[in-house]
């Protein structure tokens, strides 16, 4: 069965420190990746997806990167950080062809970041 | 407008009620339809996808689609204490990623 890994689990980060949270997926090859973003009280805001190594799409301009080294692996990253990056951050994945959208997402259990 | 509206606030029932919620979406030429779950700290987790007008079951949840009226809803029966939680809609519009609405908050009250 596939299996969805994301760390760490919470972080707390000064301003203008780097960051980088890490998301691997098992027992499924080239899968399509997401990283989301879950302000307090807020939806979920997509921030970059991948369909394959090193393919990354940003969705929203800002101060943060993604990559893919390898085929199941991805990475979220910034040089500094502000306080509006503070959320919850959350990795995904989905099988890459989707079959007329058959399959939904799933999700790590997400990286709670708190920029102070 | 926005891909996929949930507008509803926060909804309170009596544990053991039934509890409804419902969702619009705008891409008509969407062909997946599902149903998150959320706990309050946890990420989102799958609870029902529904692909055909008309209901799906699936023990206590219900989701309902209706693609001439663009929307999709889901109804717990039996409504438990555990079922606290926010519910995200989630549509698989035309590029094939994955929209969700904002979530409602649903609060079963022992």
């Known amino acids: 069965s596939q299996t969805i890994h994301q760390w760490p689990a919470t972080l707390v980060q000064p301003v203008g420190s780097p960051l980088s949270l890490e998301c691997t997926v098992e027992?499924?090859?080239?899968?399509?990746l997401y990283w989301y973003r879950q302000a307090a009280g807020r939806g979920l805001q997509l921030l970059f997806y991948s369909v394959g190594i090193g393919q990354i799409s940003s969705e929203v301009p800002q101060n943060l990167s993604a990559s893919r080294p390898q085929d199941r692996q991805f990475i979220l990253s910034s040089k500094k950080l502000l306080l509006s990056d503070s959320g919850f951050y959350l990795c995904a994945w989905s099988p890459s062809e989707l079959r007329r959208g058959q399959y939904g997402y799933t999700f790590g259990s997400g990286t709670r970041l708190t920029v102070v | 407008q926005k891909e996929v509206e949930q507008n509803s606030g926060p909804l309170s029932v009596p544990e053991g009620a039934i509890a409804s919620l419902n969702c619009t979406y705008s891409d008509r030429v969407s062909q997946s339809f599902f149903w998150y779950r959320q706990y309050s700290g946890k990420s989102p987790e799958l609870i029902m996808s529904?692909?055909?007008?008309g209901d799906k079951e699936d023990g206590r949840f219900t989701a309902q689609l209706n693609k001439a009226s663009q929307y999709v809803s889901l109804l717990i029966r039996d409504s438990q204490p555990s079922d606290s939680a926010t519910y995200l809609c989630?549509?698989?519009?035309?590029?094939?990623?994955?929209?969700f609405g904002k979530g409602n908050q649903v609060v079963v009250i022992p």
């Open positions: 027992g499924t090859s080239n899968p399509n």
């Open positions: 529904i692909y055909s007008n």
């Open positions: 989630a549509v698989n519009p035309r590029n094939n990623r994955l929209a």
